[in-house]
Structure formats: C-alpha cells, structure tokens
C-alpha cells in the first residue's frame, strides 16, 4: 500500500516501486540459498524466472514462476515469487472504481492469497515479511481489511529495520480504514519518531490527525512532509495516494488538501 507516489487512477499494486511493495527480486543470490543440495538447475530456472521478472515481462515470469512452483513444490521462494507476479498481473489491471475486486479478477486475487499463504507456511519462522506485506496489499484489494491488518502486523512484527516502516504504515493505514484513526496516528507517530526519513509516514500522520478533527496537527504533519520538496510537489495531488491508500485515507486526503494551509510546494 505504501511506496512513492505514482500519479495515475491505475493500479499497479499498492505503490510506484516493486522494492516498496515488498516484492521480491529473486536475484542469484536469493535462488542458490534456497536451492536444494546445491541443486544448479533449480538455480537456473529460478534465475530465469527471476530475470524475467527484473525486465518487465510479468505474463512470462508468471509462467516460469508457476513451472519453478510445479518442479520444486517445497520451495518458498517460487510460491512467494509466483504469488508476487499474479498479483502484479491482476493489480495492474484493476481500476479504482473496480475496487474491492470481484469476478475473475478476485478470483485470481484469491489464488495469489493461496500461494503467499504456502510460501509462509513452507519459510516456517524464516518467513518473508515481504510475502506477508503483499498478502496484506491482496487482501485489501479484496476490500478484507481486517485480515489484511492481520498480514500487515504479522510482516511488521518479522520485518528488519529497514523494511519495518512500510507494513507499520500499511497498518496505520488499515486502521484508519476500519474506523480507528486514533490508532492510526499512534502507529503513524511512532513510525516518523523511529525513523523520520520515511516522509510517507508524515502524509499517513496528518491523514489520520485530519479525520479526527486536528487540523492543527495535520497541517503540522503536512508541513514534515515539505521538507522535502520532491515529496512535497507530488504529494500536492490528491490522486497521489489514490491506488496506493485505502478508500477512506484517499478521501481524507483529497479534503486535507482542498483546506489546508500547509505548503504545496517547498517548505520552510
């Protein structure tokens, strides 16, 4: 759900990049650690696949994902990567108005929610909080916001400190969704206090303080956020976090925006 702004009414996941997303990039490296008695030709097709991948060609990586899953079935690596690319494939598909996804579309949702599920279950303790965060991103396509919050904390809970702030938002986020924005704005403060770099988190603050009436505080937060002008600039759009936010958080920012006197552009 969380990522840098893409500025388009299309879906291609919850974000502008696949790192931010939580997608997994089965580089070499990632695919001979899994392999089994250094087994090479799981090394090749999981480093074709990956490649596949890496150049944009998400129907053919989805194939070879699937035939890698087929061939090596206890492997968590090709569950998750297959799981990755059905929802890349079926996201980029969908429209906001299209949303919670129903239909072949949904179905296909499910599938990939399948696949995420038995790569957690195969990883064990060792689980990928990068396939938890983008079970949680399925699920809220799926309008199942109470289960995606489940994913959400699961993958925050497991996450290193370097990937930690983006299911702690996404989970800010949710909350915000279920009608607890109080929530929200704990989880989002902690976040910036944590690490004040990740400015998403500055957006998701004055969103949740927004809806609760602080304009004060939000306006504070959105100021944060100027700090940065690049951030700034793209977060002046309200259709900036429109794909990547849930429904309830978009609206809420498309007000902020419409009232506040927080800076669009540069701040001081």
Partial sequence: MVGAPRLTRRLALRGATLAALGVTLPAERACAREAEAEDSAFVRVCYRAGRLFEDGKYAEAEEAWRKV?????????????????????????????ELPATGDRGARIEVAIEHFR???????????PL???????????????DSALAAYRRAANSSGRDF?????????????????????????SAIVRRDPSFLDGFAILAT???????????????????????????YARADAVAGRWPPTAVAAWGDLLQATRAPRSGAS
């Fill in 208 to 234: 949740c303080r927004w809806v609760q009436g602080d304009k004060l505080g939000a306006e504070e937060a959105y100021r944060r956020l100027c700090t940065e002008p690049t951030w700034c600039s793209l």
């Fill in 69 to 97: 899953a087929a061939g090596y079935p206890r492997s968590a690596l090709a569950w998750q990567n297959l799981a990755t690319v059905e929802l890349i494939t079926t996201a980029g598909a969908l429209t906001l108005d």
């Fill in 118 to 128: 038995r790569a957690a279950e195969l990883a064990g303790d060792a689980v990928d």
């Fill in 164 to 188: 930690e702030s983006i299911p702690r938002a996404n989970v800010a986020l949710t909350l915000l969704q279920l009608g607890s924005p109080a929530e929200g704005e704990r989880e989002a």
């Fill in 131 to 145: 396939a938890l965060n983008n079970e949680g991103n399925a699920l809220g396509l799926l309008g199942r916001f």
